[in-house]
């Protein structure tokens, strides 16, 4: 539930709206409330922001934004159903909120539900004043992984590039792609700019391994290998590259 967790920091960031004052004091409450629940949901302690949250609607049972909460809440704690119908009841309160439909679009992908929650994503992105569309593009490049679409899942990737082009897990997909469609210079490319984001991990060393192999580059197979044996000895991809099975796929995602 990495990405939920994502998701929370932008609920969080979001600025009081000048026509704040002009609010109900029930609907100010349910406001309060909510941004107490989601910073206990932020620190582990979903006891407490489930307290916070039911207070919210208690107050004003039309606030949408602590429905959205709700929802993710109701993910981490496993409680499926319970989180879709809060999703579900969040956006027939705010039809035009961005946040709850990328929220809803990546618990549905998780889901495999992969077309209605790409559709999702798309809704999300129908707001000029969305802070963060670069996210709704990566969620439904990963979406449109998930269902075996690598043509879609690269536009999708490529229009988060052009918004955040320092953008990691975008730039790791893009080098998955591009080795599998045998684009090896391409791949490198997106694998360089990963790896100079902080991308050092087993996955990407061994990509880079298997993608210096392909080239022929021997010395650039042995410089990824070194770090993979001396980063990561006991790893699935250290023992591969030991025994030369450079044809064994990468066991993760690069950003792990």
């Given at each position: 539930m990495k990405n939920l967790l994502v998701i929370l920091v932008v609920l969080l960031s979001v600025?009081?709206?000048v026509w704040a004052d002009q609010m109900s004091d029930e609907t100010k409450r349910a406001q309060i409330h909510t941004e107490l629940g989601a910073g206990y949901y932020g620190m582990g302690?979903?006891?407490i922001a489930l307290e916070e949250l039911n207070t919210a609607i208690k107050a004003d049972s039309n606030y949408a934004p602590a429905y959205n909460m709700l929802g993710l809440l109701y993910t981490e704690l496993r409680e499926y159903d319970k989180a879709g119908d809060y999703f579900k009841r969040s956006l027939s309160l705010d039809p035009n909120n961005s946040e709850a439909h990328n929220n809803y679009g990546w618990?549905?992908?998780?889901?495999n539900h992969t077309d209605e929650a790409i559709g999702h994503f798309m809704s999300a992105l129908k707001n000029p004043l969305y802070a963060t569309p670069e996210k709704a593009y990566l969620n439904a490049g990963e979406c449109s992984l998930k269902?075996?679409?690598?043509?879609?899942?690269?536009?999708f990737f490529l229009r988060a590039l052009k918004i955040?082009?320092?953008?990691?897990q975008a730039q790791w997909h893009m080098a998955e792609i591009n080795f599998r469609n045998g684009n090896y210079d391409e791949a490198q490319r997106y694998l360089d700019s990963f790896m100079k984001?902080?991308?050092?991990?087993?996955?990407?060393?061994w990509l880079g391994v298997r993608i210096a192999h392909r080239q022929g580059n021997r010395d650039?197979?042995?410089?990824?290998?070194?770090?993979?044996?001396t980063r990561f000895p006991d790893s699935r991809?250290?023992?591969?590259?030991?025994?030369?099975?450079?044809?064994?796929?990468?066991?993760?995602e690069g950003r792990k």
């Amino acid at each position: 539930m990495k990405n939920l967790l994502v998701i929370l920091v932008v609920l969080l960031s979001v600025v009081r709206p000048v026509w704040a004052d002009q609010m109900s004091d029930e609907t100010k409450r349910a406001q309060i409330h909510t941004e107490l629940g989601a910073g206990y949901y932020g620190m582990g302690k979903l006891g407490i922001a489930l307290e916070e949250l039911n207070t919210a609607i208690k107050a004003d049972s039309n606030y949408a934004p602590a429905y959205n909460m709700l929802g993710l809440l109701y993910t981490e704690l496993r409680e499926y159903d319970k989180a879709g119908d809060y999703f579900k009841r969040s956006l027939s309160l705010d039809p035009n909120n961005s946040e709850a439909h990328n929220n809803y679009g990546w618990f549905l992908c998780q889901r495999n539900h992969t077309d209605e929650a790409i559709g999702h994503f798309m809704s999300a992105l129908k707001n000029p004043l969305y802070a963060t569309p670069e996210k709704a593009y990566l969620n439904a490049g990963e979406c449109s992984l998930k269902k075996g679409d690598d043509k879609g899942a690269e536009e999708f990737f490529l229009r988060a590039l052009k918004i955040q082009p320092e953008l990691g897990q975008a730039q790791w997909h893009m080098a998955e792609i591009n080795f599998r469609n045998g684009n090896y210079d391409e791949a490198q490319r997106y694998l360089d700019s990963f790896m100079k984001l902080g991308g050092q991990t087993r996955e990407g060393l061994w990509l880079g391994v298997r993608i210096a192999h392909r080239q022929g580059n021997r010395d650039a197979e042995e410089t990824y290998g070194a770090q993979l044996r001396t980063r990561f000895p006991d790893s699935r991809e250290a023992r591969a590259f030991r025994s030369g099975q450079y044809d064994e796929t990468a066991t993760g995602e690069g950003r792990k």
